[in-house]
C-alpha cells in the first residue's frame, strides 16, 4: 500500500512540475506573442509604404528598413542611398505615414546621378532616356537607358561607388 501511495505522490510530483513547465512555456510564448502584436497594433502603414514614403522625399535606392520606438513612437527608420551620393535616414511614423526625421550624412558616399550620366555620355556618346539607382549582388548601379550615337539602343550599368562601368 505504501508503495502506491508514493508511486501516485511520484506522478502527483510529476504531473505538477510538467504542468508548472507548460505554464511557464506558455507564458513565455503569450509574452512573445503579446510584444509582436503590440508592434503590429501600432503600425498603422507597412513598411513597404514607409519605403514609398522615403523615396518620394528622396529618389534613390533603399539600403535597410526596420521598425524602432523613438521618443516613445514606433517609426520606420529607412536608410535611403540618395542619387545625390548621400545617405539619408528618414523616421517615418508608423501610425501616420509622416515624415518625423530626415537626417543626410553630409560625407558623399558615392557619385551622384548627374556623374553617372556623364559617364555614360562620354562613353557612348548618346542621349539619357532614364536611369535608377538600384542593388545588385550587393552593389549599388546605376542602370542607365541611352540611345547611342549609332540610334542603338544601350543599358549601361555603372557602379555608384566608384564609377566604373560594370560588363
Known amino acids: 500500500m505504501k508503495m502506491k501511495v508514493l508511486s501516485a505522490a511520484a506522478l502527483g510530483a510529476v504531473i505538477s512540475i510538467s504542468s508548472l513547465s507548460s505554464a511557464h512555456a506558455a507564458v513565455l510564448h503569450k509574452e512573445g506573442t503579446s510584444a509582436k502584436v503590440q508592434t503590429q497594433q501600432k ?71 548627374t556623374e553617372a550620366h556623364s559617364i555614360a555620355v562620354n562613353k557612348y556618346k548618346g542621349t539619357v532616356k532614364s536611369s535608377t539607382l538600384s542593388k545588385e549582388n550587393g552593389t549599388y548601379v546605376y542602370i542607365i537607358k541611352m540611345t547611342a550615337s549609332n540610334h542603338t539602343e544601350q543599358t549601361i550599368k555603372i557602379n555608384a561607388e566608384n564609377g566604373s562601368i560594370c560588363s
Open 43 to 113: 503600425a498603422s502603414i507597412t513598411l513597404t509604404k514607409a519605403k514609398t514614403v522615403a523615396l518620394n522625399k528622396c529618389k534613390g535606392a533603399v539600403q535597410s528598413a526596420q521598425m524602432k520606438r523613438v521618443d516613445g513612437v514606433y517609426v520606420y527608420v529607412i536608410k535611403v542611398l540618395g542619387e545625390d551620393g548621400k545617405l539619408h535616414t528618414f523616421n517615418v511614423n508608423s501610425s501616420s505615414g509622416k515624415v518625423m526625421k530626415h537626417l543626410v550624412q553630409k560625407k558623399q558616399v558615392a557619385i551622384t546621378k
